[in-house]
């Protein structure tokens, strides 16, 4: 299915939709602040695998994040976080950044792979973000990559759909992506480090 959804006041049955297909094992494309994502609902394993396989090899765990609506669901999947890494939480989001954090048991381990981990995100997309807040806890998600040796994502849901709409059950229309990825902080060791500079300032860490 593709479903226009308009990201000033999104309409508030899309958004049902779309959260009752997530809820539902679905397999959801959608747009953020940054690239187009593919998620689902991260207590899903069968949808969790399923979007590992559409990926590829080259789309490891590691690279797959939880979206969520706003920072009070951080406690419910993250150990304690230091006071400082939290106030930077706080300016820099909703915006373009994950802040990788360090997991709890809470989260699923075929979520965390190997290394106890997650990838913390609140874009600064008010589509994502009402349907986070329907479902009730965050979407596991990974970027839409494009297999052109250039243009590194496609930045067009029409093309996003022409490609995965077979393979998912909804491809929101929120009109066109970025092509810039979010700026990844590492803050697994108590301290801010900047692992790869994205569409976030990462100026605002110093």
Not at 105 to 116: Q, S
Not at 131 to 158: N, Q, R
Request: hydrophobic share 35%; with cysteine; glycine share 8%.
């Amino acid at each position: 299915m593709f479903l226009k959804i308009y990201p000033q006041n999104p309409n508030p049955k899309a958004v049902q939709q779309v959260a009752d297909c997530l809820r539902a094992g679905g397999i959801v494309i959608f747009p953020t602040d940054t690239i187009y994502g593919m998620g689902c609902d991260i207590y899903k394993p069968k949808a969790v695998e399923k979007i590992i396989s559409i990926m590829g090899d080259k789309k490891k765990k590691d690279a797959l994040s939880f979206i969520c609506h706003d920072l009070s669901q951080l406690s419910d999947f993250t150990t304690p976080i230091e006071n400082q890494i939290f106030k930077a939480m706080k300016r820099a989001l909703p915006g373009p950044y994950t802040f990788i954090l360090n997991a709890n048991n809470h989260v699923p381990k075929m979520v965390h792979g190997a290394k106890k981990t997650v990838g913390i995100r609140v874009p600064d997309n008010d589509i994502i973000r009402a349907i986070i807040e329907e479902l009730g806890h965050p979407v596991f998600s990974t970027s839409i990559k494009d297999d052109d040796e250039i243009v590194e994502y496609t930045t067009d849901p029409e093309l996003i759909y022409e490609k995965y709409g077979h393979l998912v059950d909804i491809v929101v229309d929120g009109g066109y992506g970025d092509n810039v990825p979010s700026t990844i902080v590492d803050c697994t060791s108590g301290s801010i480090e900047v692992i790869r500079e994205g569409k976030g300032d990462s100026g605002i860490f110093e």
